[in-house]
């Protein structure tokens, strides 16, 4: 991130900008083995953090070299890339402030060099084209395997690294907040869930983005130094604006506001996987805070349980907070959420089936048979009452309820202003878990809402302005003043236009 100077809302703000660029070519160990500079006749760039392609740019660039002839032995050729640094002349010094725009490569038909009058055409797109196909972005041999068990991290770190050949990475873990009786406490995971298998057809950012989705909230992509980056979506909870109200009026063009009512949503209704188990016992017994399950089976023996293996199972009181499982007098252990967060109480009970899965010194626990999650968006705290109706009203267990009375998409009351989106089959049959669909469910609820009211503000280009990233903006209609996260930039020629959502913490309070 670059942290901004006087002397960069200086330049910012001078009535008359000379612009230039400086090229660094790179190789695939991103070593700079060539360079050039010149006068910008023409400059577009797109960044979208909702893309898996990131940044684009195209540039017309006046230089005096004239060694740019496309061959194998010229500085542009396939087995190149570039890194871009967009500059403004600082009148009052003469020197030029560079401001990094991305790494690049360069795709087909977009490169053109005339020699008589020294023009060069540039159109890139960001690294990811070197890994979804457009470019390369395929291996060899006929399936990749993932296996369950394996490290998300290393599996990320190995197709980057070893598939794709690149070596800049920062490839995070996996975590979340998880509710602890009064408590928050966070919990870090890395273990692919499941055994995942790609076909030839299959490319390496295909791989990234199935890894990627398998937990909501997270993102993969090139940054602007070239590192690819596996990351949770910034939510600026605690972010400082980059850039303050009154720095940003002097820039704005106009103040278009855009409500998309059509795609508004308040309750998001998932259905995940219908799991398929192993064994089955509804024979249940309780010993203290353990669950004593039979399986009328003799070859079946308790205390050699195989690993991997998913029961389906009835038992016969309500959970405990901690609650443990054994089967046929074999040992007991805990059934935990992902993260080893233990059960709470009431999670399971009588008359419904649910699924755990042993794992070396735990039971994992995915909920009921059909993976199911509710989430509504609400502006009154519901009752206890209310609950148990809905839960009954919705036929599913799963509710969950974001709490925002502020809000003009929430429900204002129960069972009534309900705009619902369903959302089944495709990639919500990779959601394993009731916990995961929960997830899921509150996270697509807060875009169908938060990310409906957009603000496309037109502005004088802001160069080192990124997306996800915090603004603060008074309005020229109202007066009033918000800050908002920015979605995406679209420049040409100096001037942006900024998509923005305006700004709300991610997790409000929450009704399970």
């Not at 602007?224 to 949770?232: A, E, K, L, R, S």
């Not at 939510?235 to 009512?261: K, M």
């Not at 755990?356 to 993976?371: A, H, R």
């Not at 009351?413 to 369903?422: A, L």
């Amino acid at each position: 991130m670059h942290f901004q100077t006087k002397r960069d809302l200086s330049i910012l703000n001078q009535h008359t900008k000379n612009m230039y660029v400086m090229a660094q070519i790179l190789n695939y160990d991103m070593q700079i083995v060539d360079s050039f500079q010149g006068s910008i006749t023409e400059y577009s760039y797109s960044e979208d953090c909702d893309s898996d392609t990131r940044r684009t740019i195209s540039l017309s660039v006046v230089i005096k070299d004239k060694t740019f002839d496309v061959d194998a032995n010229a500085k542009i050729w396939l087995d190149k890339l570039i890194r871009v640094y967009v500059g403004y002349e600082d009148m009052r010094t003469s020197e030029i402030a560079y401001y990094p725009k991305g790494v690049y490569t360069i795709c087909d038909n977009s490169f053109s060099w005339d020699s008589s009058t020294s023009s060069l055409q540039i159109s890139c797109v960001d690294q990811s084209a070197c890994c979804d196909g457009t470019r390369n972005g395929y291996v060899r041999g006929l399936t990749t395997k993932i296996e369950e068990g394996s490290s998300i991290r290393g599996a990320l770190i190995s197709l980057i690294t070893q598939e794709a050949g690149f070596k800049k990475y920062r490839i995070d873990t996996y975590h979340r907040s998880v509710p602890d009786g009064y408590e928050e406490t966070i919990a870090e995971f890395d273990e692919i869930p499941y055994d995942m298998e790609f076909d030839v057809n299959t490319s390496i950012w295909e791989k990234v983005v199935e890894i990627r989705d398998l937990y909501p909230g997270w993102e993969a992509f090139f940054d602007v130094d070239g590192t690819f980056v596996f990351q949770g979506i910034p939510t600026c909870e605690f972010d400082e604006p980059v850039i303050t109200a009154e720095q940003l009026a002097p820039l704005v063009q106009g103040e278009p506001c855009t409500i998309t009512f059509t795609e508004v949503a308040n309750v998001t209704d998932l259905y995940g996987q219908n799991i398929e188990p192993d064994r089955y016992s509804d024979k249940c017994t309780v010993s203290g805070d353990t669950y004593k399950m039979t399986i009328e089976d003799e070859n079946f023996d308790g205390n050699n349980l195989v690993l991997n293996t998913k029961f389906q199972v009835s038992v016969s009181a309500a959970s405990l907070k901690g609650q443990k499982m054994s089967f046929n007098n074999g040992p007991s252990y805990p059934i935990v959420y992902e993260g080893n967060i233990p059960i709470s109480a009431g999670d399971m009970r009588p008359e419904t089936q649910y699924i755990v899965k042993y794992k070396k010194g735990y039971f994992y626990f995915y909920g009921e048979c059909q993976v199911h999650a509710i989430c509504k968006e609400v502006a009154f705290t519901p009752t206890a009452e209310q609950i148990a109706e809905d839960k009954v009203y919705e036929s599913c267990n799963n509710i969950k309820y974001r709490v925002i009375p502020d809000s003009p998409f929430a429900i204002k009351e129960m069972w009534k202003d309900e705009i619902r989106r369903p959302l089944a089959g495709g990639e919500y049959e990779n959601i394993f878990s009731n916990d995961l669909a929960s997830q899921r469910a509150d996270y697509e609820t807060w875009k169908t809402t938060r990310l409906m009211s957009r603000l496309e503000l037109p502005i004088i280009e802001i160069p080192w302005l990124s997306t996800n990233q915090l603004i603060e903006y008074t309005s020229k209609r109202t007066g009033e003043t918000k800050k908002y996260i920015v979605k995406q930039i679209s420049t040409s020629n100096g001037l942006s236009t900024l998509s923005c959502i305006e700004f709300y913490p991610l997790y409000p309070f929450i009704v399970q």
